[in-house]
């Protein structure tokens, strides 16, 4: 069973840096792509990044490209998600999410960790 833990949330003024963790245990992830998503007050969940656990390809939302960088660590079996000169409208609860290669859909959800950018 595939289990993904967030952690690294908090509060940062705009022009700061955070870096999210997303421990994954379960399985062997070289066949998943990694995401990243993340949800506001009142909107819905939007894609922020994700990377292909075996060859490291990488996609990230045009909101955000250039500022966050999405990365994992093989032998510690956690993704990353490095995000830099942060807006007020990066606030957020942001979420891991891990789906298999040549699936469209996610369905394996961490429990969230909140992000509130201060302007």
């Known amino acids: 069973q595939v289990q993904l833990v967030e952690s690294g949330g908090g509060l940062v003024q705009a022009g700061g840096s955070l870096r999210l963790s997303c421990a994954a245990s379960?399985?062997?992830?070289?066949?998943?792509?990694m995401g990243w998503f993340r949800q506001a007050p009142g909107t819905a969940r939007a894609f922020v990044a994700a990377i292909n656990w075996g060859d490291g390809n990488t996609a990230y939302s045009d909101s955000v490209k250039g500022r966050f960088t999405i990365s994992r660590d093989n032998a510690k079996n956690t993704v990353y998600l490095q995000m830099n000169s942060l807006k007020p409208e990066d606030t957020a609860v942001y979420y891991c999410a891990a789906r298999r290669i040549f699936t469209t859909a996610y369905d394996n959800w961490g429990q969230g960790t909140q992000v509130t950018v201060s302007s």
């Open positions: 379960g399985r062997a992830f070289s066949s998943y792509i």
